[in-house]
C-alpha cells in the first residue's frame, strides 16, 4: 500500500507553519494606514467646500451682472431675495414683486449645508414697495375660502427683494456674503452700490455673517 504523507510542523518554530494571529507590530502599522486615510480624506473633502464656495460665489456674483445688464435693455425691474439656504430672483411686475419664471439663467438657486449666505443693507429701506391692499380689503369686508386661499398662494409667493437692479442702471447699496458653516469658517464678499458697481472679494477667514465687514486687507486670497 502506498504511504501517503502528511504535512508537518515545526515544533522548535510552529509559526513557520501556522500563523496564530496579527503581531504589534502589524496592528500598529494597520492603524496607522486608517488614520492616514481619514486624514486625507478629511482634506479632500475640506477642498471640496471650498472649490464648491468659490463657484457658487463667483457664480452669484455673475447671475447679478447678468440680472443687472438684463434690468437696463429690457427697461424692466429686477430683485434678488437672499435666504440663508440660497437665493431667487423677481420682477416688479402689476405693481408688485413676483418670482422671475422661465428665465434661462436667473433661476432660484439653493445650497447646501455647509454653504450659507447673508446680506446687510446698512440700515437703508427698500427703494420699492409692494402695492397696498385693495381698498375692499382694507375695508374688513368678508372673503370667501376660495379667494383667502388665493391670497394666501399669492403672498407665500411674492416676496420683497433685499437687492434692487433698476432699468436705470441705478442699484442699491448693499453687502452679500457665501460662506461655509463651520470650525473654521471662509466666505466670499460681493458688494453693491448706487451707481451700479458690483465688486467680488477674495476668500475671507471668518464667519459669513459675522465678519462680513472686515477690511479686505485681512482677505486670504485661495
Known sequence: MKRISTPTINKANPHKSLQSGFTLIEVLIALAIAALMIAVA??????????????????????????????????????????????????????????????????????????????????????????????????????????????NDKKSSSRTPQIYMLSSGEMNDFVATIGLDRDEPVFYRITGNYVGELELSSAIKGHYSHDWELDLEDDDDE
Open 42 to 151: 478629511t482634506i479632500a473633502l475640506s477642498d471640496n467646500e471650498l472649490a464648491k464656495l468659490k463657484n457658487k460665489s463667483r457664480q452669484f456674483y455673475g447671475l447679478l451682472q447678468v440680472a443687472q445688464e438684463e434690468s437696463i435693455i429690457r427697461g424692466i425691474e429686477l430683485g434678488v431675495r437672499v435666504e440663508s439656504d440660497g437665493y431667487s430672483f423677481l420682477i416688479y411686475n402689476g405693481g408688485k414683486w413676483q418670482p422671475l419664471e422661465d428665465h434661462r439663467l436667473l433661476r432660484e438657486v439653493e445650497f447646501e449645508e455647509p454653504l450659507r449666505a447673508s446680506i446687510n443693507l446698512e440700515g437703508q429701506e427698500a427703494l420699492l414697495a409692494n402695492e397696498e391692499e385693495d381698498e375692499t380689503d382694507s375695508a374688513g369686508g368678508e372673503k370667501g375660502s376660495d379667494e383667502t386661499e388665493q391670497e
